[in-house]
């Protein structure tokens, strides 16, 4: 199960995880995702969690604080944006629909290039792409969308300009769900929400038992814990897989010492 529609960065993530012959499930929302998977509709869900760009996505950390589910593995895409229409010439176009984000993650070049075009937040990429052909085709009006070369696939769209993101490393990582944990893959990592009282030198304290142990800490993330004003969770990931040995004994000194210690789930390292 995915965030769709088709043409989204979560579908070529799927696609990149699992291939072209498993069935799957497109799915309406990140909230969706998470219900067909805890209810046994679909053995797996990708989910995003992160752009190198934008940061975190909040609502996926907060799914998992509250789901039964565990992380069973990660996949990370490359984001290339290209500007998309059923239109051929772009100094025509005068609208540009696109996901918020795409639209941030491209705003040096549409400020470069199409300084005077009107852009328009939509709730995915694919949507944008869907608006791009039937907006010009049905109704002749010159708009354009941001999204990736799948969707001119899909959409039956002409690439006007390629690689229009900022940044040429821009890339997210997904998230693979699932109701099971998984075995050690000899390089994994493992993702961990935690909490401890608000008082100097808190997180100093949590976080010790790891070097104590030699684990690395790869990233750490704060979120509101929405229980109380100004309190919060950290979310932390940290080197290698719950059976082994030292980060096994890492987490449970962290255990001792946090007010609330969750495994979100051991899973092999993302493969670039």
Request: net charge negative.
């Amino acid at each position: 199960a995915f965030l769709g529609p088709l043409g989204t960065y979560s579908e070529e993530a799927a696609l990149k995880q699992f291939g072209q012959g498993r069935g799957a499930l497109v799915c309406g929302s990140i909230d969706e995702v998470f219900r067909t998977v805890e209810a046994g509709q679909a053995d797996y869900g990708i989910v995003p969690v992160e752009n190198s760009n934008e940061g975190a996505v909040g609502l996926t950390l907060d799914l998992l604080l509250s789901s039964p589910l565990k992380i069973c593995g990660e996949v990370t895409i490359a984001v290339h944006h290209c500007l998309l229409s059923a239109q051929t010439d772009i100094n025509k176009i005068t609208h540009i629909f696109s996901h918020a984000q795409s639209l941030s993650q491209c705003h040096e070049w549409l400020n470069r290039m199409l300084p005077n075009v009107t852009r328009e937040a939509v709730v995915s990429n694919a949507l944008a792409a869907q608006m791009a052909h039937d907006l010009v085709t049905t109704e002749n009006t010159p708009v354009a969308a941001i999204a990736s070369k799948r969707a001119a696939e899909l959409f039956n769209l002409n690439v006007l300009a390629e690689n229009i993101e900022d940044d040429p490393k821009n890339t997210t990582r997904f998230l693979v769900i699932s109701r099971h944990d998984v075995a050690p893959s000899g390089q994994d990592k493992t993702s961990l929400v935690m909490a401890t009282k608000n008082q100097p030198g808190a997180i100093l304290s949590l976080l010790s038992p790891l070097a104590e142990h030699g684990v690395s800490m790869t990233k750490l993330e704060s979120r509101p814990a929405k229980v109380g004003m100004w309190e919060y969770v950290f979310y932390v990931d940290i080197e290698g897989h719950i059976q082994n040995a030292n980060v096994a004994a890492a987490i449970q000194e962290i255990e001792a010492r946090a007010s609330y210690l969750k495994n979100l789930g051991s899973y092999p390292v993302a493969m670039i």
